[in-house]
């Protein structure tokens, strides 16, 4: 798989942020990177069905897509994943990588698997982004070690991703807990600074608070992500083997239509010009 991927690293890394922009053109797609799990009762949430169709029939397609779907929605790109290496499909195969990778790694971040996912019911908007943005921006390349193993065959992909949701929708009471009690530590002008980015200077949380906050949570976001690099390779890595291992190296000299580089024009001029369809979850404090 090598063959095909790292040759077209930057392309991954550049279009794994699609699905983000997509929510600036499709309603549909808000839905598709959160579950509010917490909806459902209490933890381990015995009530909401893994299943699809069997969750359709006890609360209705209306009412699991205004919570969110996101577990079911990685499962079928994992679908749409391994359909592209069966037909050998050199675009396809790009960009469901990219995508998939995408949502797996929401269903990492706890906040995307709780209904106060913005702390807007708890007086801590800006926590969403503090947590998935900040800390990592500020922390990752000093502190955070992201070398991770070889990945594995998932035989269970459905239970494996809704292993991940339950811890995330567990973490998520930590993640507003902490920061409550840490903000009462802190005066505001200790909290929050203003710094320059993009020539424009903007308000964020410290990085004295952003430090403090890192380690209140014990290496969390560390450990979320090294969980969700794992769990993408594997997710590659079983779609490709659930494919019957089909030699890739035939791919390695193409490269995307006119086609495809239109709709990525059109769907980042979309995402530069347009409003965001559903709820937003990044507003800074």
């Known amino acids: 798989m090598l063959v095909l991927y790292k040759p077209n690293i930057e ?25 509010d799990i917490d909806y459902y009762g209490k933890y381990p949430y015995p009530e909401l069905p893994h ?14 897509t205004a919570n969110g779907i996101l577990p079911w929605h990685i499962q079928i790109m994992l ?19 990219a995508e998939i990778g995408h949502y797996i790694a929401d269903a990492h971040v706890p906040l995307h698997v709780s209904s106060n996912h913005n702390g807007q019911l708890t007086n801590q ?31 269970n992909p459905g239970d494996f991703i809704w292993d991940r949701i339950l811890e995330s929708g567990k973490e998520a009471d930590s993640v507003l807990t902490f920061e409550k ?10 909290k929050y600074a203003f710094e320059k980015r993009n020539n ?3 308000k964020q949380y410290s990085s004295s608070y952003t430090t403090a906050f890192n380690a209140k949570l014990n290496g969390m976001v560390e450990r979320r992500m090294r969980q969700s690099i794992f769990a993408i390779a594997s997710f590659w890595y079983t779609a490709w083997v659930n494919a019957g291992q089909p030699d890739l190296s035939g791919l390695t000299s193409q490269t995307f239509s006119e086609s495809d580089l239109k709709s ?15 709820r937003e979850h990044n507003e800074v404090p």
Do not use: C
């Open 11 to 35: 392309f991954l890394s550049e279009h794994a942020v699609d699905p983000d922009k997509r929510r600036y053109a499709v309603a549909a797609e808000g839905p598709r990177h959160y579950i």
């Open 125 to 155: 908007k800006g926590i969403h982004a503090f947590w998935e943005s900040r800390i990592p921006e500020l922390l990752a390349d000093k502190q955070f070690d992201f070398f991770i193993g070889k990945a594995e065959y998932i035989k």
């Open 79 to 97: 679908n749409r994943l391994t359909k592209a290496f069966k037909e050998k499909n050199f675009s396809s195969i790009m960009k469901n990588s």
């Open 264 to 278: 990525f024009e059109e769907l980042n001029d979309k995402w530069k010009s347009g409003k965001i369809e559903g």
């Open 200 to 202: 424009l200077i903007i």
């Open 181 to 190: 009690e840490l903000s009462l530590q802190f005066p505001g002008d200790r």
């Open 51 to 64: 299943n699809w169709k069997v969750a359709v029939a006890k609360f209705g397609e209306d009412s699991l």
